[in-house]
């Protein structure tokens, strides 16, 4: 059984960090690209950020020079570093695995976390 539990959400004050952690089990992590996505109340869903097997990273433009994603296959966890938040970061944030990522796309085998709420509020 699959599980992509994430962690670390919370009310937050603008300009303030949080490190959002999504712990996998169920799949063979290292096997898998990982992605955060994030969910704000009557929009899409968007990608936020994706790590392929090998590490590389991409951004949507919105939070480049501001978020960092990474990956510890032996914890079998990817994060995601967010500084300098702003009040439009608030959304749910859902951790995403996939056996390939290409542009912004996943494929093969795609599972969801249930996601982290993340406010950033005075």
């Known amino acids: 059984q699959v599980q992509l539990v994430e962690s670390g959400g919370g009310l937050v004050q603008p300009g303030g960090s949080l490190r959002l952690s999504c712990l996998a089990s169920g799949i063979t992590f290292s096997l898998n690209a990982m992605g955060w996505y994030r969910q704000a109340p009557g929009k899409q869903r968007e990608l936020v950020a994706g790590?392929?097997?090998?590490?590389?990273?991409d951004y949507v433009d919105s939070v480049k020079g501001r978020f960092t994603i990474s990956r510890d296959n032996a914890k079998s966890t990817v994060y995601l570093q967010m500084n300098n938040l702003k009040p439009e970061d608030t959304a749910v944030y859902y951790c995403k695995a996939g056996l390939s990522y290409y542009s912004g796309t996943f494929y093969g085998g795609v599972y969801w976390g249930q996601g982290t709420q993340v406010t950033v509020s005075s």
């Open positions: 790590i392929s097997k090998s590490g590389s990273q």
